[in-house]
């Protein structure tokens, strides 16, 4: 019987290291979180924002895509980062369709005499793309 102690301790440490490396050095999958927030939230222009973060503040990346709707590259490009995205440190900020009205319609602005990509950094007391913006 004591032939098989050694063995028993053996398995029982085998058991107990694996233990702490899980918890010490978990899966990326399992550090990141993702939430999601709005900019001009309950008007026609409510986009979501897409936040993954990490147990790590820097750095912080930011992708915005869809400032004109008919460029549509940029916006699969942010959504299947999105969805697929895994970090190890850090914040992703993902922003796949900064007009989003205009990204509906597949038009270039929205309204039409506005260029999102020409009113940055925006105004909070003006028009809804410049607050947008």
Known sequence: MSKNRPLVHFFKAIFIVSILLFFCFPQTALLQTTSVEYICAGTDYETPVYIIKTNYEKPVIM???????????????????????????????????????????????????????????????????????
């Open 63 to 133: 992708i915005v895509a869809g400032t004109h709707g008919n460029e549509k590259a940029g916006i699969k490009a942010a959504e299947y980062l999105k969805d697929n995205l895994n970090i190890e440190r850090g914040t992703m900020i993902i922003l796949p369709k900064a007009n989003i009205l205009a990204c509906e319609e597949s038009v270039r602005c929205f309204p039409p005499e506005i260029n999102l990509n020409r009113v940055y950094p925006g105004n909070p007391q003006g028009n809804p793309v410049e607050k947008l913006a």
